[in-house]
C-alpha cells in the first residue's frame, strides 16, 4: 500500500476517533447536566396517599416509581410567584398519562371552582389552596375534588415558563378570534409565538367571550405543542440551555430515574393528547365570585379520568 494512502488512513481513523470520542464527551456532559438538573428540580413532598371513595381504585402509587406500564397522573401548576409571598396558583391542569394507550388526557381545573380546601379546614377558591399550604395542600384539595389520587407534581414559575417556551422554539396555536392585549394582536388563526407572547396569551380571560373557560383552552393549546416540542428536541445547545431554565423555574417530585424511565419508554410512544373542559357556572357568595362544579360533572371528569387510567387497552 502507497504510503499516502496509509497516511490518509490513519488520519482519517484519528479524525473519526476524536469525533466518536467528542461526541461520547458531549453526550456525558449533557447527562450529567441533565441529571443536576433534575436534582435541583427535585422537592418530595409528604402527604398521606390518597384512597378514593370509588372501591374499584387503588391507593394513590406516589410511591411508586415510573415503569414502562404503568400509567400515572400529574398536577401542572403554573405559580405566579411574588416577593415575600407564596403567590397562588395561577393554572391547575391535571394530566393522565397511559403508556398502554400512547396517549395523554388533560383538562384545566378553573381556578375560581368552589371547593372545599383539604388541611385548611374552609371553602375557597380552589387556587387559594396553594396560597394556604403550598403544593401538598394543593395536591390533597385536587384529590378531594376529583375524587382520585395525584401521584406526581409539576410546579412553574410562570415569569420563567415564558424562557422555556422560547428554548423550545416556541409554539404555534390555532387562534379560534383575533383580540388584543397588553399591546400585541393575536391574529385569528394559525399563529406562531414566542414565551412572552404565549404567556399573554394563556393568561387573557376578561375580554374572551368564554371568559375563564376560554383561557383554560388556550392554556391547553400551549401546553399540548410544549410537550410536542419536548419529544423533538434537536441539538446540544438547545437542550443544555432548556435545562439551564427547567432548574431555575421548575420543581417537581418525579425522580431523577422516573424521569429517565418517562423518556425512553414513553417519549416516542406518546401519540395523542386529548383534552376537555369542566362545565359550570358562576355565582356571586357572600360578595365574591366562584365557579360552581355541580356533583354530576364531577362524578364525569372522574369516570372518564379512570377511563383513560384503566390498564384494559380497549377501554378507549
Known amino acids: 500500500m502507497k504510503r499516502w494512502v496509509k497516511r490518509s488512513l490513519i488520519i482519517v481513523s484519528t ?17 450529567g447536566k441533565f441529571k443536576k438538573t433534575a436534582a435541583d428540580m427535585f422537592e418530595p413532598i409528604i402527604s398521606t396517599p390518597y384512597v378514593s371513595s370509588d372501591s374499584e ?17 400529574v398536577l401542572v401548576m403554573g405559580v405566579d410567584e411574588r416577593t415575600n409571598d407564596r403567590g397562588r396558583s395561577d393554572t391547575m391542569i391535571v394530566m393522565g398519562v397511559n403508556p398502554l394507550k400512547h396517549s395523554i388526557f388533560m383538562f384545566n ?21 396553594y396560597a ?16 382520585y389520587p395525584i401521584d406526581y ?7 420563567g415558563f415564558s424562557k422555556i417556551i422560547d428554548e423550545l422554539g416556541g409554539v404555534t396555536v390555532n387562534n379560534p378570534y383575533a383580540f388584543d392585549f397588553s399591546g400585541y394582536t393575536f391574529e385569528q388563526g394559525p399563529i406562531q ?6 404567556l399573554l396569551y394563556s393568561r387573557m380571560r376578561y ?42 423555574n421548575v420543581r417537581t417530585n418525579i425522580s431523577f430515574d ?3 424511565t418517562f423518556f425512553k419508554e414513553y417519549g416516542t410512544g406518546i401519540e395523542k393528547v386529548d383534552s376537555i373542559e369542566i362545565s359550570g357556572s358562576g355565582t356571586m357568595i357572600d360578595k365574591v365570585w366562584y365557579y360552581i362544579v355541580g356533583d354530576q360533572e364531577r362524578d364525569r371528569i372522574h369516570e372518564l379520568l379512570k377511563k383513560q387510567m384503566s390498564i384494559e387497552t380497549d377501554a378507549v
Open 15 to 31: 479524525v473519526c476517533l476524536v469525533a466518536g470520542l467528542g461526541t461520547a464527551l458531549y453526550s456525558w456532559y449533557l447527562y
Open 57 to 73: 381504585l387503588q391507593i394513590s402509587g406516589i410511591e411508586e416509581a415510573i415503569t414502562a406500564e404503568k400509567p400515572f397522573t
Open 109 to 129: 381545573i378553573p381556578r375560581d371552582t368552589r371547593t372545599a380546601i383539604i388541611g385548611h379546614g374552609t371553602t375557597d377558591k380552589i387556587n387559594h389552596a
Open 132 to 147: 394556604f399550604g403550598g403544593v401538598e395542600m394543593s395536591k390533597q384539595t385536587v384529590e378531594h375534588f376529583l375524587d
Open 153 to 159: 407534581y409539576i410546579r412553574v414559575n410562570m415569569e
Open 193 to 198: 409565538l414566542n414565551g412572552e407572547q404565549a
Open 207 to 248: 375580554e374572551d367571550p368564554k371568559g375563564d373557560r376560554g383561557r383554560n383552552d388556550r392554556q391547553r393549546a400551549v401546553l399540548k405543542q410544549l410537550i410536542s416540542n419536548v419529544f423533538t428536541l434537536y441539538g446540544a445547545t438547545q437542550i443544555s440551555n432548556l435545562l439551564v431554565e427547567m432548574g431555575d
Open 258 to 260: 422516573e424521569m429517565k
